[in-house]
């Protein structure tokens, strides 16, 4: 049997800037990232051994432990983001540059629509943070279809 890996597959690069950059901030210490900071599990455990903690949101925000630094990846939460800013806390945005310009357009588009009675409907899966991030810029008024 032959087996062929495409020269293409692999992380994508907003993974591999994620990654990288938390990599930087770890050899300066301890940093925590609100939620996964890339969508896989053995990344993921490589640099929790490195001393990356991953936090997750309750229902007022972010849980603040005695942290000040924190890697932010899908802006899918602004309240949180603005929470851990205010209280003191650095945040580094590792969030990829292809999923930022799609909330941009889903917020422009937004911006175009509310006003006539358009209504903005997202096809992925309801919960992961893209498509949350997603929702978020529409004021969670966007349509979830899944498959």
């Keep these: 049997m032959k087996v062929e890996i495409d020269a293409n597959s692999g992380f994508c690069f907003g993974v591999v800037n994620a990654i990288a950059k938390a990599e930087e901030e770890l050899q300066h210490g301890r940093l925590y990232c ?3 900071i890339v969508h896989n599990s053995l990344e993921v455990e490589r640099l929790k051994q ?3 903690s991953t936090i997750e949101h309750d ?11 924190i890697a932010h990846v899908h802006l899918d939460d602004l ?5 851990a800013k205010k209280n003191g806390i ?7 540059p ?16 509310r006003g006539n009675g358009g209504q903005i409907v997202i096809y992925g899966k309801r919960g992961h943070a893209e498509v949350n991030g997603l929702v978020a810029q529409t004021n969670d008024e966007a349509l979830i279809i899944e498959q």
């Design 34 to 36: 609100i939620g996964d």
């Design 50 to 52: 490195l001393g990356l």
């Design 59 to 69: 229902e007022d925000g972010v849980q603040i432990v005695p942290i000040t630094k």
């Design 79 to 83: 309240v949180g983001y603005e929470l």
């Design 90 to 96: 650095e945040v580094i945005d590792a969030s990829c």
């Design 98 to 113: 292809v999923v930022l310009n799609l909330q941009k357009k889903i917020r422009k588009a937004y911006e175009e629509v």
